[in-house]
């Protein structure tokens, strides 16, 4: 924590202090310190929390969210898509892609799809990762766009995934929500 300076005002720094009129209270009522108003937002903000909590249901045994269901789908297209171009000879910046590297990107989206069918709490977080470095990266991409297309394909991603991204997080609360 900083301290206060324990210099004397001088000059018009005074002079502006002393012109301020106080807030006067209420009549018969003291201000509230700071610290009990700060105290009275956190005890609020608790019972925003409990209140959502107590609205969300548990997963019935074998219920997946629809939102985890389709990032699962999304995540075994993605692995598959991303093989087929592998194999068609598709290339990358001007290069072909080494085999290790889409090997490794379909196996990271075949578990992350794998863990999602299965309503996993990792496997949904990890996809929420890889959905905010998307977001970034087409924020990021629409920034940079030197032509339409470009700007319209990241505005497109922004669009997908965005939504997703955000079911997905209440989703992942119910999934680490324990049995009532």
Known sequence: MGKRSRKARTGAA?????????????????????????ARGYARGRERDEAARAALEPLAPGERPLAVTIAALLSFAVAAANLILYLAGWEVRGRDPELGGALVVCAVFVLAGAGMWRTR??????????????????????????????ALL????????GPLFWFLIRAMARIQMPDR
């Open 14 to 38: 005074t002079a502006a202090a002393a012109k301020r009129p106080d807030p006067a209270p209420a009549p018969g009522r003291r201000p509230a310190p700071a610290s009990d108003r700060m």
């Open 154 to 161: 990241s505005v497109a991603v922004i669009v997908a995934a």
């Open 121 to 150: 709490y990792w496997a949904v977080i990890g996809f929420e990762v890889l959905l905010g470095v998307l977001i970034v990266s087409a924020a990021l991409s629409l920034m940079l766009a030197s032509n339409l297309g470009g």
